[in-house]
């Protein structure tokens, strides 16, 4: 009894992996870019108005970073 594998070859495409890389930076670029605009906007608040939404300001890093990734 024999037994056939065809495996077929999808290639290398740097050129695409390249592109895909190029992508994911600027995705994170910009992912990075929300954050610090986001931990700015609620650094700028006063400690009174922080406390009137709830928020301390120690939680300003953990707001953001759930606010941008998701996590």
Known sequence: MAHV???ASTGFHFIARI???VEDTKQAWALNAEYKR???ELDTLENRELADIGVRRCD???IS???VYGK
């Open 60 to 62: 300003i890093a953990e």
């Open 65 to 67: 970073r759930i606010h």
């Open 38 to 40: 986001t931990y700015a």
């Open 19 to 21: 592109r895909g890389l």
């Open 5 to 7: 594998i065809n495996t």
